[in-house]
């Protein structure tokens, strides 16, 4: 029989005890019982089975019923546990390694007594249930979003989308780790040369595990290398996700993670929000163009700001308050560097700090450590404004690591411009544009559509138009079928 992968109970014991530890391991449960007359071998991870359901469908099986004249027939051992057990979520592995890796992920194990072996599917992953990604909140909108269990974010998903063309193509990629990562895609929709890029990008990971889940596959999946900007967009939003699915992108669910990854992406995805899609297509233009604003102001403000407080003659009239008023033994650079330093720390401890103490933290750093820096004449006020609002800048992207990386160029312009003045500004700026235009993830021009310019696409991406306007799928991501309507 196909399914016959032990010429024993005793074998299957045996290969059981030497890769799982004979009363080494807690949660590894190996138990010998019956079902009626048949002895069996039963196997399962008490940590991922659901303990209720397991008992309500494997009890009955234990106790023999007089009504049965179904005897057992040795060389049919298989018959005679169909007929007793039948189960829907049964499933018959085909060797040893794919009976242990079921093993491992969750189902319970059973090895006949000539050695037929059987998954059953009661596992129960633990995990939180379905919340709102505080990253990504709305004033209007659902409130569910994804969590660590790859069967629950399925779920979210199927149920935004119910089309019998949405795929969910499972791997199991690494040696040790055996992650479970899903390929979403519509099938009808879906560019067939980026479908056969992921899967094949997939397949040439050979690494023990992916601890860091999808951050660790985005380095594999693009071998990212030293590049700082996200070659992926991450949500937790399963609307999000389901309308990206809906253009023709991919996603990826890797489990234990609540973040889906979207490919391909442009950097304007990155800038996107779905509160921009809860407001009257004006409103949400507004914010969008606001949101624009705040991310090109992150970067060059300061760099500005100390342009005009350090060369007189490209200060206009109009603007001459800009400028450190009070004399300080400590130059302007130096008064930057130390603010922003200062701002990275503080963001590097809101994350190490405990929700409850983190408001405590923020009053004593932002108010009493600025306020005494100014009185005791280590910061100008301007440095603690415009660091300030900066920051604010920052926080008003909507992709954190994006905004990470913003931060970092910021700082790559600051110092053109203190070693070159205006030219070190414009050429800082210049640089960082013709690196962003120069990336190519996927073969796909990262700051489309604006290099390559698409003036129509460049109008949709700037503006929030209304959704029963007639829209195109993005370009980029070639989908089979452009209309949406």
Same mark, same amino acid.
């Given at each position: 029989?196909?399914?016959?992968?032990?010429?024993?109970?005793?074998?299957?014991?045996?290969?059981?005890?030497?890769?799982?530890?004979?009363?080494?391991?807690?949660?590894?449960?190996?138990?010998?019982?019956?079902?009626?007359?048949?002895?069996?071998?039963?196997?399962?991870?008490?940590?991922?089975?659901?303990?209720?359901?397991?008992?309500?469908?494997?009890?009955?099986?234990?106790?023999?019923?007089?009504?049965?004249?179904?005897?057992?027939?040795?060389?049919?051992?298989?018959?005679?546990?169909?007929?007793?057990?039948?189960?829907?979520?049964?499933?018959?592995?085909?060797?040893?390694?794919?009976?242990?890796?079921?093993?491992?992920?969750?189902?319970?194990?059973?090895?006949?007594?000539?050695?037929?072996?059987?998954?059953?599917?009661?596992?129960?992953?633990?995990?939180?249930?379905?919340?709102?990604?505080?990253?990504?909140?709305?004033?209007?909108?659902?409130?569910?979003?994804?969590?660590?269990?790859?069967?629950?974010?399925?779920?979210?998903?199927?149920?935004?989308?119910?089309?019998?063309?949405?795929?969910?193509?499972?791997?199991?990629?690494?040696?040790?780790?055996?992650?479970?990562?899903?390929?979403?895609?519509?099938?009808?929709?879906?560019?067939?040369?980026?479908?056969?890029?992921?899967?094949?990008?997939?397949?040439?990971?050979?690494?023990?595990?992916?601890?860091?889940?999808?951050?660790?596959?985005?380095?594999?999946?693009?071998?990212?290398?030293?590049?700082?900007?996200?070659?992926?967009?991450?949500?937790?939003?399963?609307?999000?996700?389901? !309308?990206?699915?809906?253009? =023709?992108? &991919? %996603? /990826?669910? *890797?489990?234990?993670?609540?973040?889906? #990854? @979207? +490919?391909?992406?442009?950097?304007?995805?990155?800038?996107?929000?779905?509160?921009?899609?809860?407001?009257?297509?004006?409103?949400?233009?507004?914010?969008?163009?606001?949101?624009?604003?705040?991310?090109?102001?992150?970067?060059?403000?300061?760099?500005?700001?100390?342009?005009?407080?350090?060369?007189?003659?490209?200060?206009?009239?109009?603007?001459?308050?800009?400028?450190?008023?009070?004399?300080?033994?400590?130059?302007?650079?130096?008064?930057?560097?130390?603010?922003?330093?200062?701002?990275?720390?503080?963001?590097?401890?809101?994350?190490?700090?405990?929700?409850?103490?983190?408001?405590?933290?923020?009053?004593? !750093?932002?108010?009493?450590? =600025?306020? &005494? %820096? /100014?009185? *005791?004449?280590?910061?100008?006020?301007? #440095? @603690? +404004?415009?660091?300030?609002?900066?920051?604010?800048?920052?926080?008003?992207?909507?992709?954190?690591?994006?905004?990470?990386?913003?931060?970092?160029?910021?700082?790559?312009?600051?110092?053109?411009?203190?070693?070159?003045?205006?030219?070190?500004?414009?050429?800082?700026?210049?640089?960082?544009?013709?690196?962003?235009?120069?990336?190519?993830?996927?073969?796909?021009?990262?700051?489309?559509?604006?290099?390559?310019?698409?003036?129509?696409?460049?109008?949709?991406?700037?503006?929030?138009?209304?959704?029963?306007?007639?829209?195109?799928?993005?370009?980029?991501?070639?989908?089979?079928?452009?209309?949406?309507?």
């Amino acid at each position: 029989m196909s399914n016959k992968i032990f010429a024993s109970i005793d074998e299957a014991k045996d290969f059981l005890y030497s890769k799982l530890g004979k009363d080494e391991s807690f949660d590894v449960c190996i138990k010998e019982l019956h079902v009626k007359s048949l002895p069996i071998l039963l196997v399962y991870m008490s940590g991922l089975v659901d303990g209720n359901t397991a008992t309500i469908q494997l009890t009955p099986l234990f106790f023999e019923d007089e009504d049965d004249e179904f005897e057992i027939d040795i060389e049919h051992e298989d018959e005679y546990f169909n007929h007793r057990f039948n189960f829907y979520g049964k499933s018959e592995p085909k060797d040893r390694d794919e009976f242990l890796l079921g093993v491992l992920s969750g189902p319970v194990g059973v090895i006949t007594l000539h050695g037929h072996g059987y998954l059953l599917e009661l596992r129960n992953y633990p995990g939180r249930q379905p919340d709102e990604p505080d990253n990504e909140k709305v004033i209007r909108g659902s409130r569910d979003g994804f969590a660590e269990n790859i069967l629950i974010n399925a779920g979210l998903i199927r149920r935004r989308i119910r089309d019998p063309q949405l795929r969910f193509e499972l791997h199991k990629i690494t040696s040790l780790g055996k992650t479970d990562v899903a390929i979403v895609y519509m099938k009808e929709l879906v560019n067939k040369k980026h479908l056969k890029w992921v899967k094949k990008r997939l397949d040439e990971i050979k690494h023990d595990g992916l601890t860091m889940a999808d951050k660790s596959l985005e380095e594999w999946l693009f071998k990212q290398r030293y590049h700082p900007l996200p070659f992926v967009r991450y949500s937790e939003r399963p609307d999000i996700i389901a !309308a990206h699915l809906l253009e =023709g992108h &991919i %996603a /990826i669910v *890797v489990d234990t993670s609540p973040s889906v #990854i @979207v +490919l391909p992406i442009s950097f304007f995805h990155l800038l996107q929000h779905a509160e921009e899609y809860r407001q009257a297509p004006l409103i949400g233009s507004t914010v969008r163009l606001l949101r624009y604003l705040a991310a090109f102001f992150a970067m060059t403000l300061l760099p500005i700001w100390y342009l005009l407080a350090t060369h007189d003659e490209y200060l206009p009239e109009a603007l001459s308050f800009i400028g450190a008023k009070e004399e300080s033994t400590i130059p302007l650079i130096l008064q930057i560097i130390i603010a922003q330093l200062g701002l990275e720390y503080l963001r590097i401890a809101a994350i190490h700090t405990p929700t409850p103490l983190s408001t405590a933290m923020g009053l004593v !750093a932002g108010i009493i450590i =600025g306020q &005494i %820096a /100014i009185d *005791v004449g280590l910061f100008s006020a301007e #440095i @603690v +404004l415009y660091s300030a609002v900066t920051a604010i800048f920052t926080f008003a992207i909507p992709t954190y690591e994006l905004g990470v990386v913003v931060k970092y160029f910021q700082i790559i312009v600051l110092l053109s411009t203190v070693i070159a003045g205006v030219s070190g500004f414009f050429i800082a700026v210049f640089i960082i544009f013709s690196y962003l235009c120069a990336l190519r993830p996927m073969q796909v021009p990262y700051m489309w559509p604006l290099v390559p310019f698409f003036p129509k696409a460049f109008l949709r991406v700037m503006i929030r138009f209304p959704m029963a306007d007639d829209a195109l799928r993005p370009y980029i991501v070639g989908a089979r079928d452009r209309k949406r309507s």
